[in-house]
């Protein structure tokens, strides 16, 4: 349908009766189940896919997913040690309660209310707090994100289920009908506020401030934790879901003998562009119909044998200050549900293939961010420069508008980036510039750097029982450890590790079983 009929409820109704076979004045209902966009022609249409019947009701849709197994009281269950508080954390620590066992959540930040004024340090005084920012605090990473919530990992488990969560805990339902859903930065801090009010009902805990900075170990097996102020919490296993910032886990594994593997990531820029300029690349007009969303675009191009690709491009968004220390620099993007912003902001990144040993990879990210902060001013300004000026190896004498609060600085980040991943992005940026007309201008602004695209480090663990090798009853899961690239995957990747650690408790249980 058009963009326009498709937003017509009364127009969808007749249309979907008539492509059911339906007679006219036939009482009908129509539920939509599945709405995407299809830009590749010349008119823009919105493709629909309706459950129909003229027979009564539409059977009710399946909700709230965890939720309403959740709704145990876990009081006086044994208990499973969950470090971070991320989309792995706390699914996990649903996912515990739905299987009868009490979650006790350690989490290093704050409360999304108490995270907001940090979040507010960053952008007005360049303060970085390494406990809490944008990808530490309760929610994790993705509490101050875009909310995208479209996977391509739905073989590893149970997507539906991951996204009948968000609603039942408020998020809008249409996130279960459109192909790519999204939540919202506005939003998600609601839904994340209400997830947790879940589980400490049911009789979990969920702490802040709690920053783990040891396992406790006795013959190989995870007995629980060691905070930073040195107070211990105990639990019958341990589920890891700290996420990829968090280079002291890393260097904790590390020091306690704990075997971490190098993994390949990706590091690039964050590019810009006002969403008009993208409007017209993906609709072809200069003025977007009122009835679609703020455009966006994926791209992948093959330079010299590594991949270069478009990274969480957020339509109607800003470029996020993602540092979690003060010597760096670190962009990603968020954007609110009405994707209401004048900018249109991705990740532009390079693979890089696995460094030799892993935390090289780690000092590999931590030398780029620590780079652009010197550049952007030794301050969390970020240092920029014009789209085809970056292309074209020459400095900006002037900047455009730039989303990115704290603000940015003129600077050759063609120069500032490796030259294996400055003359990669040269090319792919141009070769986007050809795909897609009118993407290649100076209006445009490419940020430095984007360096958090993945965990430059995966925990192992066995592919059976997601324990780790050398440690039983410690499972690493979600982003940090390697499993997981995104909100839903990590959410499932915590879930799933949840559901093995108690299916063991519950056989320890009653070993008969
Ligand atoms: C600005 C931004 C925008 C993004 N946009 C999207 C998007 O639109 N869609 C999408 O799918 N993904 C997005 N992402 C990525 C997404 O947020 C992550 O993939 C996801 O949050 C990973 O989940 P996780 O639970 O594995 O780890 P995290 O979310 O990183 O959570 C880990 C948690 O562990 C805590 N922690 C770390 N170390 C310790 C410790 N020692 N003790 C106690 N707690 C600890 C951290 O504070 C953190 O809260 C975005 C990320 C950012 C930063």
Redesign the pocket.
């Known amino acids: 349908m058009s963009p326009a009929d498709a937003a017509d409820a009364e127009r969808v109704r007749a249309a979907a009766a008539t492509a059911a076979g339906c007679r006219r004045g036939d009482a009908v209902l129509v539920r939509v189940d599945r709405r995407s966009l299809d830009a590749r022609g010349r008119q823009v249409r919105v493709r629909l896919r309706v459950e129909v019947t003229d027979e009564g009701d539409l059977p009710d849709a399946e909700l709230p997913g965890l939720a309403r197994a959740a709704e145990r009281d876990v009081r006086r269950r044994p208990a499973v040690v969950i ?8 699914f996990a620590a649903l996912a515990c309660i739905a299987n009868g066992v009490r979650p006790v959540v ?4 704050k409360d999304v209310r108490a995270r907001r004024k940090d979040l507010a340090a960053i952008t007005q005084r360049h303060v970085v707090d390494p ?2 920012n ?18 391509r990992s739905s073989k590893r488990g149970d997507v539906a289920a991951i996204l009948r969560t968000f609603v039942a805990y408020g998020a809008d339902p249409d996130i279960l009908v459109d192909a790519h859903p ?1 939540i919202g930065t506005n939003k998600l801090p609601g839904v994340i506020t209400k997830m947790r009010e879940a589980i400490v009902d049911a009789g979990g805990e969920v702490r802040f401030g ?4 040891d396992l406790e170990l006795a013959d190989g097996v995870a007995r629980g ?1 060691r ?2 102020t040195g107070e211990e919490v105990r639990g019958e296993r341990v589920i890891l ?6 280079r ?2 890393f260097e ?1 594994l590390e020091r306690q003998g704990i075997a971490i593997e190098s993994k390949g990531f990706a590091v690039g820029v964050r590019v810009e562009h006002p969403q008009s300029i993208i409007d017209m690349v993906r609709y072809r007009t200069s003025v977007r119909d009122p009835h679609l969303p703020p455009a966006s675009y994926s791209a992948v191009h093959q330079v010299d044998g590594r991949g270069v690709y478009a990274f ?1 491009m ?1 339509p109607g968004g800003i470029i ?1 200050p ?1 540092a979690t220390r003060q010597d760096e620099v670190v962009t ?4 609110p549900s009405k994707r209401n912003n004048p900018f249109a902001n991705s990740g532009i990144v390079v693979e890089v293939p696995p460094h030799d040993a892993p935390m090289d990879g780690v000092r590999f990210q931590l030398a780029l961010e620590h780079a652009a902060w010197e550049a952007g001013g030794r301050r969390q300004s970020a240092p920029a420069q014009r789209l085809v000026d970056f292309t074209l190896g020459r400095a900006s004498s002037s900047l455009p508008a730039c989303s990115y609060p704290p603000g940015v600085v003129s600077h050759r980040v063609d120069q500032l980036l490796p030259p294996p991943i400055a003359t990669r992005l040269r090319a792919a940026l141009t070769a986007f510039g050809r795909s897609m007309r009118g993407y290649l201008t100076n209006d445009a602004l490419v940020v430095a750097v984007e360096s ?1 695209t ?1 965990s430059p480090v995966r925990v192992p663990r066995d592919a059976e029982t997601l324990e780790h090798p050398d440690v039983s009853g410690l499972y690493p ?5 390697g499993y ?8 499932m ?2 879930v799933r590790s949840a559901e093995r650690a108690c299916a063991v408790i519950a056989s320890l249980a009653s070993p008969a079983a």
């Open positions: 470090v971070g508080a991320g989309p792995a954390g706390l350690l989490e290093r930040g406990d809490s944008y990808c530490f605090g309760e929610g994790g990473a993705g509490t101050y994100s875009d909310g995208k919530l479209y996977t999204h709690a920053r783990v900075a934790v905070l930073s879901a700290t996420g990829h910032s968090a002291d886990v904790m969480c957020c996020a993602c990603n993007g968020w954007s958090r993945s899961c979600g982003e940090g450890a997981a690239g995104g909100i839903v995957s990590a959410a990747d915590g």
